[in-house]
């Protein structure tokens, strides 16, 4: 046993050695992931204190109608970037996702001067007209990096992908918090933050191998030969990209309602919950995923029988690193938001505190449902995505007519564990796991783990509860 430990730790060793081995990339994303993170939750008690939740929220509404966007700046061409053989064949595929990204980004200007402010008076966030011509540079700046971070991809930049998203991370954190210092905590310094996010990542992610390029890229632009490979790589706009839009539009639909009904604050108080609880998904999902679909493929084509194991035990492993973090999180919200982030922030708080087990499944879902890919089952991919919208949409009817944001974020949270559990089975009934008595364990220790939470909390309001 200890030799075997050894000769695993020897072979690590020499894969972080090895220039462009898949170990050294998979440590430089996961410690770019992780400086990131600890940018980012450094600087939040400032900005929670700095910056208060009507700004957030029009910033984060802001943020979300341009992420919505970019979805369609490429038309997800870009994820085909690593598949052309040929490099006249990639060329012209960068011509064509440039050629788009530069177009859409225009026809959004176009829809923005013509209907902005309907647009933004539907959403009840009217005081975004004098940012909302911003939205179309956000729209190029993001699909313009897109471009560029899956072209490092074929050139097997990592490393400059990592130092970029450390750089970006950064300097929209110092450009958003002198701003709040100087001037105030108003919407213009998180929406410039963010600008300066997306241009630093479309000015850095542009190395040496890409400027070599650029002329060739910009040169020799044929319409005939866009049009073919528009054709043979139209499987990412028809397919591919509804499933990513269903997807971005889900996580995204929350704001564009919360905001509809409840206002900016509660989109601001929703929004800062929600990306708090993204972070450890970033770092922990978007590291480690590749590792588990490397395994995963390999095990579908050397020895598949095995893969039913590899299943069942990453929905264990998963489920027990997240359920006391996570489940902390959820009882301990309010407290946890009201002491370190401040009192303007606590209901914050009790909205993490409802979407803390959704994220547990959330991470569970991220790592099963990259086994779509390997099974070469898409279609399963935009089923689960699709389910997770239609119960959202049901979800969201009861706080709505009750004209309550908290029911809203509850029922919401509940909407998406089910999505979440129901896209987890279908993985399970691919892969002949036996469903019932995975889940009837887990969600045994779960309930354990609440109970026992639950009752710390009780006893922590007799001595010290929280103001009202």
């Not at 108003?186 to 850095?204: E, F, Q, R």
């Not at 892969?431 to 309930?447: H, I, P, Q």
Request: hydrophobic share 50%; glycine share 8%; proline share 3%.
């Amino acid at each position: 046993m200890k030799e075997k430990v050894l000769t695993q730790a020897r072979g690590i060793l020499a894969g972080l050695r090895s220039k462009g081995s898949f170990t050294q990339n998979l440590a430089v994303a996961f410690s770019s992931n992780a400086l990131a993170f600890v940018i980012t939750f450094l600087f939040t008690p400032i900005f929670s204190r700095i910056y208060t939740p009507e700004a957030y929220g029009r910033f984060s509404l802001f943020n979300s109608i341009a992420v919505n966007l970019i979805v369609f700046a490429s038309l997800n061409y870009t994820n085909a970037f690593v598949l052309p053989r040929t490099k006249e064949s990639f060329m012209n595929l960068a011509r064509l996702a440039l050629g788009l990204c530069v177009g859409i980004s225009v026809l959004t200007m176009g829809v923005f001067l013509l209907f902005g402010h309907q647009i933004l008076a539907f959403f009840n966030a009217s005081d975004l007209a004098g940012y909302m011509y911003l939205i179309p540079v956000a729209v190029f700046l993001g699909g313009l990096s897109n471009i560029w971070n899956n072209w490092n991809l074929r050139e097997k930049e990592f490393r400059r992908n990592g130092g970029v998203q450390i750089a970006t991370s950064l300097s929209s954190r110092l450009v958003g918090l002198g701003y709040g210092l100087l001037i105030g905590g108003n919407t213009p310094g998180l929406i410039l933050g963010d600008l300066v996010l997306k241009t630093t990542s479309a000015v850095l992610a542009v190395g040496q191998s890409i400027r070599s390029q650029l002329g060739e890229l910009l040169r020799h632009w044929n319409v005939g030969e866009l049009r073919q490979i528009a054709h043979e790589y139209r499987g990412y706009p028809l397919y591919a990209m509804p499933g990513t839009w269903i997807s971005v539009l889900t996580s995204q639909a929350p704001v564009f309602l919360l905001s509809r009904f409840y206002g900016v604050a509660a989109v601001g108080q929703f929004s800062f919950a929600n990306s708090l609880l993204n972070i450890p998904i970033q770092l922990i999902a978007y590291s480690m995923g590749p590792v588990f679909l490397q395994r995963a493929t390999e095990l579908h084509h050397e020895n598949p029988e095995r893969l039913r194991d590899l299943v069942s035990n990453m929905y264990t492993k998963v489920f027990y690193i997240g359920v006391v973090p996570f489940g902390i999180i959820s009882v301990f919200g309010e407290y946890i938001f009201t002491i370190f982030l401040g009192k303007q922030w606590q209901l914050a708080g009790v909205f993490a505190g409802y979407m803390g087990y959704y994220y547990i499944f959330y991470m569970i879902s991220f790592f099963l449902a990259s086994l779509y890919t390997v099974l070469n089952k898409q279609n399963y991919t935009l089923l689960s995505h699709i389910i997770n919208l239609g119960l959202m949409v049901i979800s969201f009817i009861p706080g709505v007519l009750l004209n309550d944001s908290k029911l809203f974020v509850m029922c919401f949270s509940i909407s998406s564990v089910l999505a979440f559990l129901a896209n987890i089975l279908m993985v399970f009934r691919l892969f002949k796991v036996k469903a019932t008595k995975v889940l009837l364990r887990s969600w045994g220790v779960l309930l354990a783990v609440f109970v026992v939470l639950t009752l710390l909390r009780l006893a922590l309001e007799l001595v010290f509860p929280l103001p009202k």
